[in-house]
């Protein structure tokens, strides 16, 4: 028997999921859950993928806070640029344990696969220096993209189109908020497994 495929979850479909961002990719991954749970299908993303969900959950919760402090919006995105804001700290501090625990909960619970690579493997420096130049990446989408590359991902799911554009030739490459493409991940993936 063959193993399953395995499906890799980008940043932005793990926060539509977390933060009930949209229903339509929501649901789907409910679905995929499922599968995952059944043996069906592997579901798993990055340790990358999982820094940048950090960097994005202290984000959201910082720009809530501020909204519920009638901060403006100038100041709010002003403070969230600069990081190192005193206010920013310590509103990141406050919500420390509730993401981490967020987090922590939905990739343990759903036993999500976390994949890296090593800096000592030489074909994982390659990889990255090649998406770098040959796909034109972002350090950040190399590194999730050289992650997914090394481990053998069969279907790589974003709702970034500009990546999904850049990289289809890597992956089978679906984004989970353009309705066809999400009917034909459902259609030519799900429904034959």
């Known amino acids: ?12 479909i793990l926060l539509d999921y977390l933060e009930n961002r949209n229903k ?20 798993a993303t990055s340790i990358f993928n999982i820094v940048e969900l950090i960097d994005k959950e202290f984000e959201i919760s910082f ?9 403006s919006p100038d100041e709010a995105y002003r ?20 993401i981490k625990s967020k987090i922590s909960k939905f990739i343990e619970d759903n036993d999500i696969l976390l994949l890296s690579f090593s800096s000592n493997d030489e074909r994982g420096c390659d990889n990255v220096f090649n998406v770098v130049y040959e796909y034109k990446l ?15 991902v069969n ?5 970034d189109n500009e990546l999904i554009t850049k990289v289809d030739s890597l992956f089978n490459c679906f984004n989970l908020r353009d309705e ?10 799900l429904k034959v497994l």
């Open 24 to 43: 339509d990719v929501k649901n789907l991954l409910r679905k995929l859950l499922r599968l995952h749970r059944r043996g069906k299908i592997v579901l």
């Open 155 to 159: 279907y790589f799911l974003s709702n």
């Open 1 to 12: 028997m063959s193993s399953p495929p395995v499906i890799f979850l980008d940043t932005n």
């Open 79 to 98: 403070r969230v640029r600069a990081k190192g804001d005193r206010l920013f700290l310590q509103v990141a501090e406050d919500k420390r344990e509730r």
């Open 63 to 71: 720009l809530g806070w501020c909204q519920r402090k009638r901060l």
């Open 180 to 189: 066809r493409q999400r009917r034909v991940f459902n259609d030519n993936v």
């Open 138 to 152: 972002s350090s950040q989408d190399a590194l999730i993209v050289a992650t997914a590359v090394i481990n053998g």
